[in-house]
């Protein structure tokens, strides 16, 4: 990714996503949809089993903050997952769940999920229709071990059944509805609208400081094997030096990242590769929460990366150890560029929050 120069969208957004997401008069100020793509980007792709529409949208925007899908009727996917944190959790491995018992992994945000390819910290989920499955039937997380009683919990509820029946018709409270939903919605987290997507669009007023933009040069440098597209990631997964091989574990344990999912050797301690996008406000990171703040973040980077077998080749240098030539002047240019990359209308978009109750 090379410095680019701003330049305005050549055409207005609200045509392109109705295109993507069917015909209609949707009120852009109001309705489900995103104000904004990341650059180059000209639709909100979905299957074509499961088109966007308003109602779908606004159905998952309310199961998505709803306790009721949870085996104790507390706990919603919203708990783990904070509008205001970009949609990720201030907890290295959260207790919010039903248990009360830490997670393996640490809640990741949930941003511009439309694009990705494989879901969760190994790509374990494959789609956004199935990614619910995991936490919702999780004995640590949502509770719903037995998924035809949570679908007969539901069903004894009247408002729950006019809600699916006002989306999809009568007889439509099904699991596969509900996964459809949440997909739905989910794939309407889009965030697009930083001080640096107003910067990549020429909006009037619109700028980078001078160490904002040595911060980017340095980012398309350093990062871009990893985080080198307008999402910031490119959706693959890597061992970025966190951990020797004898922390990756065996069969299905959870520290062997991708190789959990591949059971093949050469993918033990891959991690899919987080979005730089709102980064500022998602701490803390890496898979498990290990760091608390992006200057710890950057430090493992420069001098505290592990060597292992499977190792991501971008950080060796023939002789030297493994990481990133980066100064603390480079470091600190670095983290002013990510702060431009924190979208305060994501964070506080109302479209996304709780929905009023009637």
């Known amino acids: 990714m090379k410095p680019t120069a701003p330049r305005r969208l050549a055409a207005p957004l609200l045509a392109l996503l109705l295109g993507a997401c069917g015909e209609g008069p949707f009120d852009i100020e109001s309705g489900p949809f995103p104000r904004h793509l990341p650059e180059g980007m000209t639709v909100i792709p979905s299957p074509e089993d499961n088109p966007l529409t308003p109602e779908g949208i606004a159905l998952g925007r309310w199961l998505f903050h709803s306790p009721r899908l949870s085996s104790n009727g507390q706990v919603s996917c919203a708990t783990c997952h904070e509008p205001a944190r970009a949609f990720a959790d201030d907890a290295a491995l959260t207790r919010r769940g039903v248990s009360g018992r830490p997670l393996a992994r640490h809640a990741p945000a949930l941003i511009n999920l439309a694009w990705m390819d494989g879901l969760f910290w190994d790509g374990g989920a494959k789609n956004l229709e199935s990614l619910s499955l995991a936490p919702l039937t999780h004995p640590d997380e949502m509770g719903n071990t037995q998924l035809p009683l949570m679908m007969a919990r539901l069903e ?26 949440l997909a739905q919605f989910q794939r309407t987290l889009v965030s697009a609208d930083s001080r ?12 980078l400081a001078p160490q904002e ?21 490119d959706n693959a997964y890597h061992n970025n030096g966190l951990d020797p091989d004898e922390a990756f574990g065996e069969d299905e ?17 891959h ?9 500022a406000v998602t701490a803390p990171y890496m898979h498990d929460g290990r760091f608390a703040t992006l200057e710890e973040v950057l430090a493992h980077y420069r001098g505290g990366m592990v060597s292992s077998t499977t190792l991501d080749a971008a950080f060796l240098q023939d002789g030297q150890p493994p990481g990133l030539p980066l100064t603390p002047e480079d470091m600190a240019d670095v983290l002013a560029f990510l702060q431009t990359l924190t979208d305060e209308q994501f964070l506080t978009e109302e479209r996304l929050r709780a929905p009023q109750e009637p």
């Open 196 to 207: 640096y997507d107003q910067w990549r669009r020429g909006e009037p007023g619109a700028h």
């Open 253 to 269: 344990a959870e520290s062997r990242g991708r190789g959990r999912v591949t059971q093949r050797p050469e993918d033990a301690g």
């Open 213 to 233: 933009q040595r911060g980017l040069a340095l980012v398309q440098r350093h990062c871009a094997p990893c985080h080198g597209t307008e999402l910031f990631t």
């Open 156 to 181: 004894a509820q009247p408002e729950v059944v006019e809600r699916f029946e006002a989306t999809f018709g009568p007889g439509s409270l099904t699991l596969s509805n509900l996964l459809r939903s």
């Open 271 to 279: 991690y899919k590769t987080p979005t730089l996008r709102n980064v």
